[in-house]
C-alpha cells in the first residue's frame, strides 16, 4: 500500500477531534462469502466484485433519494438492514445479503410512499475502461427486467494490474422493482415502488453464468436471508466468551456486537482461496495484513481460516517459488512487489507459522509448508549486513509517510526481530519435529546467523533504553541495485509506485520519467535515527524473547508517559487504526491500570459500522474503512483484556 500520507492529510487538516466516539460517523460495512463482495454503506453499494476478490469493480449503487439512513445488521449476522425516512413520511427498508457457495448479492427492497431509486453505474473505479463494458437488456423468466453485462480482461482490479480474464453479470429484478438504461447505456437505474428485489449475478464466462443464474432464480428473497443467516451463526458459534471481571454488563455486550460484527467482517473479506483483501481499496492480499488477520483469527477461535491463509501462500509459493509483498486471489502470477520483499514480510511468515502451531498444535500442516518457510528463513539470510536486515518498503512507517523513504537500506529493528524470533522458534520447532528439507549446514547456519543477529541487536537498534526503528550504519556496506521496484523518490514528485525505479545516487531511485528531468543538487539526506513510540509495542506484541520482561515493561512504559503527558501516542496528530489496538494488547498483558482507559479510547475509534479504519487523523476515520488487519489486531487486544 503506498500512499503517502502528506498531502492526505492536508485535505482533512480542517477535521477537529472527534467528540467522544465515533460510532455516530457513517461507516462501511463488508458482506461476502469468499466468491462474491460487497461493500456498503448506508443505503449505498459502493462495490461489487468477484468471483475472484482480485477482480475490479463491476458495479456500484447510489440511492438518488435516500432520506435519513438507519443502518443496523441483523442479530443473526449476515444480513444487513437498512431503515430510511425520506419527507412526506415515506420510507423504505433495504434488506443485503450474500448466500454461501453462491454468485449472487440479493438486495431487497421494500417502500412506502415515494418510490426509491438508485443509479447503478458499470465499473465505477475504472471509468477509462468503459469501452471493455458492454451491456444489454435481456429477458429473464419471472423477472420484471434484467440487463446482461460483459467485461472484457485488461480492466485492472488494483493499481495498474489487470484482470486476466472477463467477467460476466446478470441484473435483474423482481416484484414492484425494475431496471431501466439511461441514455447512454452506461448506467441503470433501479426503481421500486412496493416490493422489490434485485440480483447480481457474476460469473467468470458465459456457461458459469448460466448455472449461477439457475442457482439465483431458485432463490427467494426469505431462503437467501435464512441461509445468509445461518451461516453467520455457524461461524459465530466458536467464538470466545467476554470475560466478566472487567466490563460492566453494558461494554461486555458491547464487546459482545463487536466481535460478532468484525468476525463477520474478516470472514466476508476472506476470498474462497483463502487470502483476506486489505480493504475496499486494495484487491490484493498483503503478507504484513495477513499476519493481524491471523492474529485476530486465532483469537477468535477461527483456527481453520487462519490455516487457510498460510496454505493460500503456500500454494502460491508452490507455483513460483516466491512470495511478494501482495499477491492476487484467483488471479496467478501479478505480483505487487516492493522495494525488498525478501525481509520483514518474510519474518512475518515464519513467526505466522509458529503461531498457528503454538495455538493448534497442527504439527502435520506446519511440516507440509515447510518448504516455504525454509524459503522465507533463507531469503532473509541472504539480506543480513551487520546482523541487521533492511527494510522492505511498504511498512505502515514509511508507506503512511511517518518515516522517509530514504531509510530502505538502512537496518529495520522489526524485520531483524522478526528474523531474530522466528527463526528460532522454527529452530525449536524443529528439535521436537525434524524435518529431512533441512540439511545439518543449515540448520547451523540459521542458527549462526539468529544468534549473531540477537547479540548485536542492542547495540544496532536498543540504545540506552530507546529502540530506534532504523540504523543507518547498515548502508555504509549495501552494493546498491541498479533497479528496483518501488517508489520514485525524485523530489516533490506524487507518491506512486513503479515496477522499475532506477538508481541515481545513494539511496535515490528514480522512475524512467525522472531520470530524465534536471537533477542538479539532489543530494541524499543526511542519514537520521528514528523512534516511533508504538514501534516500542512491537516486541511485547510479538512476545520477543530476546528481551526481558524488564526492557519490555520500560519500552511500555515510555509510551504510557507519552500518553500522559500529551493524551495521545504518537507525536503527531495521525494514529495507525491498530496503534491502541497494539498499546491495549501491552498493557493488558502486563495488567496496567491504564488499560481500561486505552481499551475505551481503542472502542470509541469504531464508527458506525463497529469497525476500524486504516488510519485515524485527530482522531476521526480516515481512508480504508473496514480494515481487516486493524480491525482483527483491535479485536484480539479487546479480548485480551476482558479476559
Known sequence: MVASLTALIAAVAGLAMSAGDNTHISGTHAIGNGRVCVYAKDADIPSVFGPVYSAPTLLSMTAENPGEIQASPAETGGVWRTSLKRDGGSEAVLTDRIPPRRNVFVR??????????????????????????????????????????????????????????????????KGDSSLE??????????????????????????????????KARRLSPRRATRLSGS??????????????????????????????????????????????????????????????????????????????????????????????NAQPMGVDGAFHCHEDDNTEITGYLVVQAMDYFRRSGDSRFVDRIMPMLRWAVQVQQADIIDGMLPFNGDETYIAGGIIPRDVMFHGSAEATLLFIEGTRRLLDYLEVHPSGIWTPDEIESMRKDADNCAEAYRDNFFIDGKLYI??????????????????????????????????????????????KRDTTGIEPAAPRRFTIPS??????????????????????????????????????????????????????EYDHPLAGEIYRKMMDLRDSSLSWVEYYVDGVPFNTPCRPWESSINIAAALKYSN
Not at 493499481?159 to 486476466?164: C, I, N, Q
Not at 483483501?277 to 477461535?301: C, E, F, P, T, W
Not at 546498491?480 to 545513494?506: D, I, M, N, S, W
Request: glycine share 8%; with cysteine; charged share 25%.
Open 535 to 588: 514501534a516500542y509495542l512491537f516486541p511485547i506484541y510479538i512476545d520477543a524473547r530476546l528481551f526481558s520482561d524488564h526492557e519490555k515493561q520500560a519500552l511500555l512504559e515510555d509510551v504510557v508517559e507519552l500518553y500522559h503527558r500529551t493524551g495521545r501516542i504518537d507525536e503527531r496528530n495521525i494514529v495507525l487504526g491498530y496503534d491502541y489496538g497494539l498499546f491495549l494488547y501491552a498493557l493488558a
Open 231 to 324: 451461516y453467520s451463526k455457524r461461524t459465530r458459534k466458536g467464538l470466545p466468551e467476554i470475560g466478566t471481571g472487567k466490563l460492566s454488563p453494558g461494554d461486555r455486550e458491547d464487546l459482545e456486537r463487536t466481535l460478532n460484527l468484525v468476525s463477520d467482517y474478516v470472514l466476508a473479506q476472506q476470498d474462497e482461496g483463502g487470502g483476506i483483501l486489505a480493504g475496499k481499496n486494495y484487491h490484493m492480499a498483503y503478507v504484513r495484513d495477513q499476519y493481524g488477520n491471523s492474529r485476530g483469527l486465532l483469537a477468535m477461535g477461527h483456527l481453520d481460516r487462519a490455516r487457510d491463509l498460510l496454505d493460500f501462500y503456500y500454494r502460491i509459493w508452490l507455483r513460483h517459488g516466491l512470495i511478494h
Open 470 to 515: 532504523n540504523n543507518p550504519d547498515r548502508e555504509n556496506k549495501v552494493v546498491y541495485p541498479e533497479t528496483r521496484p518501488g517508489v520514485c523518490l525524485y523530489p516533490g514528485v506524487p507518491t506512486a509506485h513503479y515496477p522499475v525505479t532506477y538508481h541515481f545516487k545513494g539511496n535515490l531511485y528514480f522512475c524512467e520519467d525522472c531520470m
Open 108 to 173: 431487497s427492497v421494500e417502500t412506502r410512499g415515494e418510490p426509491l431509486t438508485f443509479l447503478v453505474e458499470f465499473l465505477p473505479e475504472n471509468r477509462a475502461f468503459r469501452d471493455h463494458l458492454t451491456l444489454e437488456p435481456a429477458k429473464v423468466k419471472g423477472a420484471t427486467s434484467a440487463f446482461t453485462a460483459k467485461v472484457t480482461s485488461g480492466v485492472p482490479f488494483y493499481s495498474a494490474y489487470e484482470s486476466p480474464s472477463e467477467y460476466h453479470a446478470m441484473i435483474l429484478t
Open 181 to 214: 438504461a439511461t441514455d447512454d447505456l452506461a448506467a441503470l437505474r433501479l426503481s421500486t415502488d412496493g416490493e422489490g428485489t434485485v440480483y447480481v449475478v457474476i460469473a467468470d464466462s458465459p456457461e458459469n453464468l448460466r448455472k449461477e443464474l439457475r
